[in-house]
């Protein structure tokens, strides 16, 4: 089992930055590529950014490109998500979760957090 519980979420007007954070606890961290994931209201959740175990591989949906940082901290057993010039569109309730492989396919991923609230107003 892997327990996964992020924070950093909150409110911010258009332009502003947030830093997520996703601490993990249980089996080696280091062991599993992680996600962040978002689901806006009325939508399906969708993935974020991956970051592949050791860090050396990540993936950015093509709309946070530029905008969104993954990063991780296998010492501090924690992924991060760092959203730069966040817009309106980015509010969601965002999830990071763990896998055993690299992929974008949210049904791969084995353990979830309980997901964080960020919302970005105009």
């Known amino acids: 089992q892997v327990q996964l519980v992020e924070s950093g979420g909150g409110l911010v007007q258009a332009g502003g930055s947030l830093r997520l954070s996703c601490a993990a606890s249980?089996?080696?961290?280091?062991?599993?590529?992680m996600g962040w994931f978002r689901q806006a209201p009325g939508k399906e959740r969708d993935i974020v950014a991956a970051?592949?175990?050791?860090?050396?591989?990540?993936y950015h949906k093509d709309s946070v490109k530029g905008r969104f940082t993954i990063s991780r901290d296998n010492a501090r057993n924690t992924v991060y998500l760092q959203m730069n010039s966040l817009k309106p569109e980015d509010t969601a309730v965002y999830y990071c979760a763990a896998s055993l492989i690299f992929t974008t396919t949210q049904s791969q991923y084995n353990y979830w957090g309980q997901g964080t609230q960020v919302t970005v107003s105009s």
């Open positions: 970051i592949s175990n050791d860090g050396t591989s990540t």
């Open positions: 249980g089996r080696t961290f280091s062991n599993y590529i």
